[in-house]
């Protein structure tokens, strides 16, 4: 087997251009592959990340929908959620809500805007102004660059605005991109806690289940108890919220993408795969007086077949792994400019790998087959 | 070592040879001489299990190899004989180490160094540091020294070679006979086939060949 694939080595070192141009398709066919999947991987990993895939196997999580969009209060109260830690097989209940950000009305002398608003992050980048974790009570207010036009036509700092009725000081401006959602403004944690807190409604219960709970039929129950004794059924309804459906939505468009662009990478592959059948068919042409040699001296067709099989195969293999070479330049390239993290991961490069190799049997297999099945007589006549 | 009872080898119409009786004992030098497109190679062709297409029969060693399959057929040209061919047949693109080397990567003899045998066989035929050269930077002469040696270097009972001093001039003509007659002075049978009746003086006994009939003697041959 090493002999073998010494003597593979050598004879593609020998055609150093003609193979170099060979192995070209794979090298861009596996770069994609590559390519594809880091961005793929990347984008379900920021997604999921997003999504807040946290431990939901022991959780059945129960929404409340208010009937009408003026109406944006109501949701479970404390009553609820004691009706809910009755149901059998509840640990424990736990009301959150779904909006983190509260909603405001902020005025500029006569002007006067809707907003939303939140506790300020760790790290904020601003546009104008300096950015710190404010004192408990700081009348302080980070804003968007939105709101500031809004209020302001532009970016100024140290104006005095009212947030339904509490009067603030601009301490920065910050800039919103597409990508990143934020909320119109940020204010210190206490304050936010304080005045704005108990505005957003908990309209979501998250009912931690034993382990060998029936998730189904807790929820069933759940809903039930609450159209019955919740006490906002009349201005809202309740239903079970099911994150794992959203994932798995998500993750079949996913891959459906992926399959499209597997597709497109596969009819590149093929190409290349017959630029190797090619190369393969002049190889064993070329060197018909070296296998009219070798059987001479003790070859079988066998040895014969898995000569050219295995040249075949690592033509393809030595592509493969330039192209992943390649694929992880351009991956790094493509980061600079993508919105998430591409990643590769091994599984992509024992993917392409294995593609490689696929394509080195299934294309070198007829010419490898044609050498092995060559006469003996006429191969000893070749000069 | 070989017997071949009334071989027949036919191309469409054309007879390439016909009532073919020749036995060859262990450890003989046969020279089979004869001019161009009177059936040599295509003799010899059938002694090293190179084309199977023949009427008659064949016995090396005692055992008729017609209906093995080709892999087998394979090892038994790998593990019993040794060819040197016309016009040498080297590889290229290897250097003489590689080329000598050929018989060992597919041999079934148990052999614990490959490399020691090459060195061996190399220092046999004269060519102690000339292992890394291409055969393109080789003699004439020398080339045919590593056909030799790749020859033999698995040491097979029969070496069959296809007029072996063809591209020789007369002196290193000699010289590769040398290194034949010390061959079969060592217990390797030979057949080898020549037009060259000096080369032939070389052998134990000589037969000839015309229009794909064998003669055991020139004087039959010139009868016929």
């Not at chain 1, 033509?315 to 070479?325: M, N, R, S």
């Not at chain 2, 003799?43 to 093995?68: C, F, H, P």
Request: net charge positive.
């Amino acid at each position: 087997m090493t002999d073998k694939i010494l003597i593979a080595f050598k004879s593609i070192g020998k055609n150093k251009n003609r193979n170099f141009l060979t192995m070209l398709g794979i090298i861009i066919g596996i770069a994609s592959v590559i390519c594809i999947l880091a961005i793929g991987d990347g984008f379900a990993h920021t997604v999921t990340k997003g999504m807040g895939n946290h431990n939901t196997r022991n959780k059945v999580v129960i929404m409340y929908q208010p009937t009408t969009e003026d109406n944006t209060d109501g949701g479970f109260t404390n009553n609820d959620e004691a009706v809910l830690e009755k149901i059998p097989g509840v640990e424990h209940v736990k009301l959150t809500s779904s909006v983190v950000e509260a909603g405001a009305k902020a005025q500029y002398k006569t002007k006067n805007v809707t907003m939303s608003l939140n506790k300020q992050p760790k790290h904020l980048k601003l546009v104008k102004g300096n950015y710190f974790q404010m004192s408990g009570a700081s009348n302080g207010v980070y804003i968007s660059e939105d709101l500031a036009h809004k209020l302001f036509k532009k970016n100024v700092l140290n104006r005095l605005i009212s947030i339904d009725g509490t009067v603030f000081v601009v301490q920065g401006i910050y800039h919103i991109s597409d990508i990143n959602y934020r909320p119109d403004a940020y204010v210190s944690k206490t304050v936010f806690k304080q005045l704005f807190a108990n505005q957003i409604s908990k309209d979501e219960a998250r009912l931690s289940v034993g382990p060998k709970a029936n998730k189904k039929w807790i929820g069933k129950r759940a809903v039930k108890q609450m159209k019955k004794m919740g006490e906002q059924k009349n201005i809202g309804t309740y239903e079970v919220s099911n994150p794992d459906q959203v994932s798995k939505q998500f993750t079949k468009i996913l891959n459906d993408i992926t399959y499209f662009i597997a597709f497109i990478a596969g009819i590149s592959l093929l190409i290349a795969g017959i630029g190797v059948m090619n190369v393969m068919y002049i190889t064993v042409s070329e060197r018909r007086k070296e296998i009219g040699i070798r059987r001479a001296f003790g070859a079988t067709s066998n040895d014969i077949r898995n000569q050219f099989l295995i040249e075949s195969v690592v033509l393809c293999v030595i592509g493969g792994v330039i192209g992943i070479i390649f694929g992880y330049l351009l991956v790094a390239i493509i980061n600079a400019f993508l919105p998430f993290k591409a990643v590769i991961t091994a599984y992509a490069l024992i993917l392409s790998l294995s593609v490689s190799t696929a394509v080195g049997l299934i294309f070198g297999f007829i010419p490898s087959n044609k050498a092995a099945k060559s006469e003996l007589v006429g191969l000893l006549k070749e000069e | 070592m070989l017997k071949v009872t009334n071989i027949g080898k036919t191309y469409g119409k054309f007879t390439a040879l016909k009532n073919i009786n020749l036995e060859v004992a262990d450890g003989e030098f046969l020279a089979i001489m004869g001019p161009s497109g009177s059936g040599k190679s295509t003799l010899i062709n059938i002694l090293g299990l190179l084309d199977q297409s023949y009427t008659g029969e064949y016995l090396l060693k005692n055992k008729n190899y017609k209906t093995v399959s080709d892999n087998f057929l394979s090892r038994i040209r790998g593990d019993q004989l040794g060819f040197v061919f016309q016009n040498f047949k080297l590889l290229t693109t290897y250097n003489v180490y590689e080329n000598i080397e050929i018989p060992l990567i597919y041999s079934k003899k148990e052999q614990n160094n490959k490399r020691e045998l090459v060195e061996d066989v190399i220092e046999k035929v004269g060519l102690k540091g000339k292992e890394k050269n291409r055969p393109s930077e080789l003699s004439g002469g020398q080339q045919q020294r590593v056909a030799i040696a790749r020859a033999i270097v698995n040491h097979p009972n029969l070496v069959i070679a296809d007029e072996p001093t063809g591209a020789l001039d007369s002196k290193t003509s000699k010289e590769i006979m040398d290194i034949f007659t010390k061959l079969n002075q060592d217990g390797t049978t030979i057949i080898m086939v020549t037009h060259d009746s000096e080369v032939a003086e070389y052998a134990m006994r000589t037969v000839y060949i015309r229009d794909g009939r064998l003669y055991n003697d020139e004087k039959s041959v010139k009868k016929s």
